[in-house]
């Protein structure tokens, strides 16, 4: 009867080991949870407004989307540089959606306003 008592303990404190190693590998739980807070910003956004772009610079992980939207009462476009995209005119409201798959720096413009610039990095 004694025996089986400590064989019983023994087990527990087994079992209670198995628990807290349990419970240690499962305190990096936060870490995935902050990932997916990042993987939230993969869907980027840039206002047009008071002729300029806001972020004018911005930095993205590849495959994510930007979006434009127009705040101002005038037209624009968001233009690449290199020719890598191109929105249609941007009325008042009007958004314009890229997906950036491929990683480096991406320069556009307005092509109505050529001196309003921005640019997007993708890592
Ligand atoms: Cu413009």
Redesign the pocket.
Known sequence: MKKYNILALVALAGVMVMVAGCTSSSSPSPSPASSAVTSTTTQNSVA?QN?VFNPSALTIQKGANVTWKNY?S????VTSDSGAFSSPLLSTGDTYTYQFNNTGTYPYH????TY?KGTITVV
Request: proline share 0%.
């Open positions: 047009i002729y101002d005038v037209q624009h476009t307005c092509s109505i306003h309003m």
